[in-house]
């Protein structure tokens, strides 16, 4: 019987932790989402989700799987944009 040794490459691992949002910040990136669905329905690139200011609550779409936040920046997927708050 032979045995082999598997290592795991925590670089290719995603660790996918819970990410408590505040429902401010969350209505905040819905609506940026929302108005950009509104303005381009027929684009061929697919959003990735919203980096978005706690503070101010203004943000921006992101296009990229692992964006650069500033700091007091939060990204939120578009997956999490899909959350309905109450």
Same mark, same amino acid.
């Given at each position: 019987? &032979?045995?082999?040794? *598997?290592?795991?490459?925590? &670089?290719?691992? #995603?660790? /996918? ?12 990136? /819905? ?10 329905? *027929? =684009? ?8 978005? =200011?706690?503070? =101010? &609550?203004?943000? /921006?779409?992101? %296009?990229? *799987? &692992? ?7 939060? %990204?939120?997927?578009? =997956?999490?944009? #899909?959350?309905?708050?109450?």
């Amino acid at each position: 019987m &032979k045995y082999t040794h *598997k290592t795991r490459d925590i &670089k290719q691992q #995603e660790i /996918q932790l819970p990410i408590t949002i505040d429902c401010d910040v969350l209505r905040a990136a /819905q609506r940026i989402y929302r108005s950009y669905c509104v303005l381009y329905p *027929k =684009n061929d690139r697919q959003p990735c989700g919203i980096a978005i =200011n706690r503070k =101010n &609550k203004q943000g /921006q779409i992101i %296009f990229r *799987k &692992k964006p650069i936040l500033l700091p007091g920046e939060s %990204f939120i997927s578009t =997956n999490q944009l #899909e959350i309905e708050v109450h």
